[in-house]
Nanobody
Framework: QVQLVVSGGGLVQAGGSLTLSCTVS????????MGWYRQAPQRSRELVAS???????RYLDSVKDRFTISRDNAKNTIHLQMNVLKPVDTAIYYC????????????????WGQGTQVTVSS
């Protein structure tokens, strides 16, 4: 059974930093792109950052130069280092693992972790 466990959300003042982590457990054979999405109240879920298995990152324009995504393939884990946080970054953040193949299933699926609240006060 695949599980994505997310940690690291919380409350921080504007200008502060937080690090989110997402670890995938289960009989994992391979995972394609992993990423972080966020959803603020009354807004659509948006991609914040993603990273390919070979470490190529992609960022939402508004977080470039402030957020850094990293990946540890051996641990099936990604991190999101968020610096210079702004109130507009307040949202529930979700982890996603794409095209995940397990030893139990003959096909790839996308999986989502539980959300973690990030609140940035002004």
């Amino acid at each position: 059974q695949v599980q994505l466990v997310v940690s690291g959300g919380g409350l921080v003042q504007a200008g502060g930093s937080l690090t989110l982590s997402c670890t995938v457990s289960g009989s994992i054979v391979s995972i394609d792109t992993m990423g972080w999405y966020r959803q603020a109240p009354q807004r659509s879920r948006e991609l914040v950052a993603s990273i390919t298995p070979d470490g190529k990152p992609r960022y939402l324009d508004s977080v470039k130069d402030r957020f850094t995504i990293s990946r540890d393939n051996a641990k099936n884990t990604i991190h999101l280092q968020m610096n210079v946080l702004k109130p507009v970054d307040t949202a529930i953040y979700y982890c996603k693992a794409e095209n995940l193949l397990t030893a139990q299933e003959p096909y790839e699926l996308d999986y989502w972790g539980q959300g973690t609240q990030v609140t940035v006060s002004s």
